[in-house]
């Protein structure tokens, strides 16, 4: 979600001028989407083919903080991925903050990410990272500055994107724009030749590993459960592999995080875990709130 525009744009760049072109864009998740918008601004002609479409992809059970993590392999970061994802990053930054309000589904919110030793500076974020332009509001706080059942809680601003508004809205953007939208699973890459387009963009998803023999692609299985809205609910928290992030559908806790497993299969012990960690998290914050509430009465 969160390098949904920037992937595109590079894609759509490396294709260079299409106006006028008719394309084919396979997949209707997040990529397909944007891909199809951003070739309709350069005058392409858009059919979009894909076995399923929005309320129906993974998109749609995305969390989705905008933050452009595990997507970097440390061991294979070359300066041309490196570039490719600076800018891929920076470009989808721009479009989203563009896109804020109700009618897309995008909001600020502040991240807490609570750690008890001091917190980690990795190549991505903090003090000399290379998207440290992109975490707005940056401010590390320390013991006894915070009600956070941690040492340490290190706060910057994102934004959340909630897949249901944000992928409707994009989905009928791209339709009352002149795309063509065609339900069309593809048995193999061989298929595509019979379509009458000749330009094709490829969308989709965990699928590109069988579809395109895309075998370097790693597979990361997620698990979201929950809870019903809680309006005053309004930062986000991340502790370790916990997170709960607060959306107008719903308080969303995560995180499960299994790495070369595709099942969308929900696991219940999982679920028990991730919500018996939450509780242990919110009931220490309540006693700090009422110890740090206690001892500001007393020195009044
Ligand atoms: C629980 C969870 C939490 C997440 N949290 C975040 C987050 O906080 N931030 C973030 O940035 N990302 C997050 N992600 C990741 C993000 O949701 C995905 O990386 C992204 O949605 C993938 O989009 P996509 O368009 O590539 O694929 P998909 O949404 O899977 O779309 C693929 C499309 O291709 C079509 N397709 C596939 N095979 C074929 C075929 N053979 N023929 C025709 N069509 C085909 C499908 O029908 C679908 O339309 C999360 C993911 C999960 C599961």
Not at 288 to 299: D, F, V
Request: aromatic share 10%.
């Amino acid at each position: 979600m969160t390098l949904s525009w920037g992937s595109s744009h590079l894609a759509v760049s490396m294709a260079g001028d299409l106006a006028g072109r008719s394309c084919a864009v396979i997949g209707g998740g997040v990529m397909g989407l944007s891909t199809a918008r951003l070739l309709q601004l350069r005058g392409a002609k858009v059919t979009l083919y894909a076995a399923a479409f929005p309320p129906e992809t993974t998109s749609d059970r995305s969390g989705a903080q905008w933050w452009p993590f595990s997507v970097v392999d440390p061991q294979r970061r070359t300066p041309e991925f490196v570039a490719q994802y600076i800018e891929a990053a920076n470009y989808s930054f721009r479009r989203f903050q563009g896109l804020v309000g109700a009618e897309w589904g995008v909001k600020w919110v502040p991240n807490y990410y609570l750690s008890d030793d001091t917190p980690h500076n990795d190549w991505i974020g903090g003090p000399g990272g290379v998207l440290r332009n992109l975490q707005v509001g940056f401010q590390d706080f320390g013991p006894g500055e915070h009600v956070f059942p941690a040492n340490y809680a290190r706060r910057f601003y994102t934004m959340m994107i909630e897949p249901q508004t944000y992928l409707r809205t994009l989905l009928r953007e791209v339709q009352a724009a002149g795309a063509q939208i065609q339900v069309r699973q593809f048995g193999s890459r061989e298929e595509l030749a019979s379509l009458a387009e000749t330009v094709v963009f490829n969308c989709t998803g965990l699928a590109a590993a069988e579809l395109f023999g895309d075998m370097e692609l790693i597979p990361i299985r997620g698990q979201l459960t929950v809870l019903l809205p809680q309006a005053e609910v309004n930062y986000n928290l991340i502790s370790g592999p916990l997170y709960m992030f607060p959306r107008s559908d719903g308080i969303v806790l995560g995180g499960t995080y299994e790495k070369g497993r595709t099942e969308a299969i929900p696991d219940l012990a999982a679920k028990q875990r991730i919500l018996q960690a939450h509780r242990v998290v919110f009931e220490k914050m309540r006693e700090n709130q009422t110890k740090m509430g206690s001892s500001e009465q007393a020195s009044r």
